[in-house]
């Protein structure tokens, strides 16, 4: 290397350390991308640039990856570890990569003749200098000479990014090759394809000219259509019935805004260094190989707070990609937040279409915009946020909007990612249980938010986990292969609302696969098992390693989180966390951990976001507890006959033929922590470890005493309405959950009784008719009455006799 090179990089060293500050994607290159640091990397950046090399290196060296400056040496021969795709970014003289950079690659493919235990990397690297993609009809080009380049420091120096990919294995491309003349040309070739395509996936399609997509959508046949019959309806003018339909457009329609997203960036830093002590991201990188892959991305997240838009956004921008186009509530749209949320890729959608065709014509001809320009774009599948922590039944509408986008053709294939969104403390929880409570829902004002701002404090720790993506077309061909016989016309297909339906169950399914355990969801989960909420310190620390033990060996699924501490630390870390509701007080006779009434409710929120993941254990235990000597056959047909209605309402995942294999390894798991006996297939309670199974067995029985209510009220009444089964239902549980202290808020949620009766429909406990199998009815509640007590049997009957 020449002197004067090295002098200019010392030189370029000092504005570089001043003005630019760069972030890693991944974070943790090393295991996300799975290198392998025993064999020699050769980073390939796109472009001759001193300046990106020297940003990579700072980040290699703060990854704990090689040195980009400093040589490989392979059995004595010293080669450079960094390769120039291409010249200067300005030009493009030829469409072929430079022939120093060829010639580098050959070398090390004869290297690799040699010796067959080598296996050199190829590991392409971006240095991205902003993420603007420019908007349509302005100047693409930009010339970045020196004096270029050093605005771009100042402009972009905070708005900088270095984005590594997947790395290529030179011994496996020579394997797949008859002959390897040409492989550097056809290497180089694939890497320019692919930051071409890492490229967009950062940085995305232009942003649109609004008015210019008003009037292309306003001139479109399906909505001059709908104007007309506005007009015709509502006896007005076709000038009048096109202005109110672009008064829509603009109520709906984004205005992204790429400054305001850098400015939103620097904000929402600081509100999470403020709020969090650490956002926890998990399988990013399925989400970055879509991108890279021309796939349009839906995001479909669960909804627990206001902050879900603003933190899901944020961290697509940090994980090197667009920011998604959001459907946010029209409650959202008031000054100011409302033009800046749009300024950040909001767009308004009304709580309901009923009765507007033609708003309900332009929002979905508007969704189908944003598709067939290859926005990626973001939906609450529940509508609003969680009151309870649980996933809420999904609202379809969007959903079919969203297959009737892609039936019409789309040119890129559509994958829906389903997003697990969980947090330590939830910002709106307080309002939560009072609504639950019968409080009426408060109007989002900017008064709201400010009150909101004067709660700011650390809410320890925030997790995003990224689920299966569902790739539309796939999943489609699969199950619904007549969706491509497209009629042409307004008609709605027959296989759209099944395909509708799901599709959307197999998202929530999806996000509650990647369900994110922490310390206080845990710890809340083990408290609340306890009839008074209160623990040992010794006996809640058994418990809550006990859980993790069950985690980690009969996981829920491989998307599944779990914490790194120990429970002590967990413990801790709740202690320390501001309102938690646990509560360390000393007696006599040690250490007591308990929650206070009033935090026990609240914490209910967090124990419902993984009620999920242990609700089948707590089912195993309950049957064994109940029956105290019983065979693993009929555990499992117990299990099996319950299970339909845990997986209603919970959104499991397993199928009839997984489930007995689960339920095994949860016996076998039991029988390894000593709290069940097993001997030749019969389980029995382990007497010293009683205590333990008693609170695996507390976490299913809210659930089991619901459905006890329902099938008394159907075997009391076989002729009632759904609607007053629901009702009297839910007035039944109030009553119950008074006389025998049950806190949980949805234990009397209509909807969740609502669920309860379609799942005994579709499970066939009515006939053709509509009316009550009475046998099957009496087998399931005899079942459902051998695992409940004896008290809250006579509480339950005592109230539906007085009910007659």
């Excluded at 390897?180 to 890497?191: F, I, P, S, W």
């Excluded at 099944?498 to 996000?511: G, P, S, Y």
Aim: include cysteine; proline fraction near 4%.
């Amino acid at each position: 290397m020449s002197s004067l090179l090295t002098f200019y990089r010392k030189l370029l060293n000092l504005p570089l350390s001043l003005l630019v500050k760069s972030r890693s994607i991944p974070t943790n290159p090393v295991q996300e991308l799975e290198l392998n640091l025993e064999q020699p990397l050769i980073y390939v950046l796109p472009y001759t640039s001193q300046t990106d090399l020297l940003i990579l290196q700072k980040n290699c060296l703060a990854l704990n990856l090689p040195d980009p400056l400093e040589n490989n040496v392979i059995e004595g021969v010293s080669l450079p570890r960094f390769v120039f795709l291409n010249e200067d970014r300005r030009f493009f003289k030829s469409k072929e990569a430079k022939s120093e950079t060829v010639s580098t690659i050959q070398r090390y493919l004869n290297l690799h003749k040699q010796n067959e235990q080598l296996d050199v990397q190829l590991l392409p690297v971006s240095v991205l200098w902003g993420r603007a993609p420019g908007k349509e009809k302005a100047p693409t080009l930009r010339s970045l000479s020196a004096f270029s380049r050093l605005i771009s420091m100042l402009w972009y120096g905070r708005d900088n990014f270095v984005r590594f990919s997947q790395a290529v294995s030179l011994s496996k491309m020579i394997a797949n090759q008859e002959a390897d003349e040409k492989l550097a040309h056809k290497l180089a070739r694939v890497a320019r394809m692919h930051f071409a395509k890492q490229r967009y996936s950062a940085m995305g399609p232009q942003l649109p000219d609004r008015q210019a997509m008003f009037n292309k959508l306003l001139d479109s046949e399906v909505l001059k259509k709908a104007i007309a019959d506005e007009a015709e309806s509502k006896k007005i003018s076709p000038e009048k019935a096109r202005q109110e339909a672009e008064k829509i457009l603009n109520e709906i329609a984004a205005d992204v805004k790429h400054d305001s997203l850098r400015i939103a960036d620097r904000i929402l830093s600081w509100l999470w260094n403020k709020l969090y002590q650490g956002i926890n991201v998990q399988n990013g990188e399925r989400v970055r190989k879509l991108a890279l892959e021309g796939h349009e991305i839906v995001y479909v997240p669960c909804h627990r707070s206001h902050m879900d838009y603003l933190l899901l956004s944020y961290l697509l921008y940090h994980q090197g990609l667009v920011p998604p186009h959001i459907a946010a509530g029209i409650n959202l749209n008031f000054f100011p937040a409302g033009p800046i949320f749009r300024s950040w890729g909001a767009f308004f959608i009304r709580r309901t279409f009923k009765g507007n065709r033609l708003y309900s014509t332009i929002f979905r001809e508007y969704l189908a915009e944003l598709f067939y320009r290859g926005y990626s774009v973001e939906y609450f599948i529940e509508g609003g946020r969680s009151r309870t922590g649980r996933l809420l039944e999904p609202k379809t509408g969007m959903m079919s909007m969203t297959i009737q986008a892609l039936q019409r053709g789309l040119a890129r294939p559509l994958s829906i990612v389903p997003v697990y969104i969980g947090y330590e403390h939830v910002l709106e929880v307080d309002t939560y249980a009072k609504e639950l409570r019968g409080a009426a829902k408060e109007k989002e004002n900017a008064g709201l938010v400010l009150r909101v701002i004067k709660k700011l404090k650390n809410l320890g720790q925030g997790y995003v986990n990224f689920g299966e993506p569902i790739q539309v077309n796939n999943y489609l061909n699969q199950h619904f292969p007549e969706w491509k016989n497209h009629s042409g016309d307004d008609t709605r297909p027959k296989w759209l609302n099944e395909a509708v339906d799901t599709v959307a169950k197999e998202v929530m399914i999806n996000i509650n696969k990647a369900a994110a355990v922490n310390a206080k969801n845990l710890i809340g989960s083990v408290l609340l098992a306890s009839r008074q909420r209160a623990l040992t310190k010794e006996i809640l620390l058994e418990q809550v390693e006990s859980h993790m033990q069950l985690f980690q060996n009969v996981p829920y699924s491989a998307d599944m989180t779990l914490p790194s501490n120990s429970a002590e630390e967990m413990l801790e870390h709740v202690l320390k966390l501001p309102r938690s509701g646990v509560i360390s007080e000393k007696d006599n006779f040690g250490e007591l951990i308990r929650l206070d009434r009033e935090s026990a409710v609240l914490m209910t929120y967090y124990r419902n976001n993984i009620q999920h993941l242990f609700v089948l254990p707590s089912l195993v235990a309950s049957i064994v507890l109940h029956l105290e000597a019983v065979s693993k056959d009929l555990i499992i047909k117990t299990v099996q006959q319950i299970y339909p209605f845990l997986k209603a309402e919970l959104f499991l995942h397993f199928e009839e033929d997984e489930l007995r294999l689960q339920v095994e390894h949860i016996l076998n798991e039991f029988v390894r922590q000593q709290l069940l006996k097993g001997e030749s297939d019969v389980f029995k309670i382990n007497a010293p470890r009683l205590r333990s199974l008693q609170l695996y067995s507390n976490g299913v029985r809210d659930l089991l005493q619901r459905y006890y209510i329902s099938l008394n009220l159907l075997l009391e009444k076989p002729e009632i309405s759904r609607n007053d089964l629901e009702n009297e239902s839910r007035s039944i549980a109030q009553r119950l959950s008074v006389l025998h202290g049950i806190n949980a808020p949805e234990f009397f949620d209509k909807a969740l009784f609502s669920t309860f009766a379609a799942t005994l429909k579709a499970q066939g406990y009515f006939d053709e008719e509509g009316k009550t199998i009475e046998s099957k009815l009496k087998a399931i509640e005899e079942l459902m009455a051998s695992l409940i007590s004896v008290e809250v049997k006579m509480t339950i009957r005592g109230a539906i006799e007085s009910m007659k």
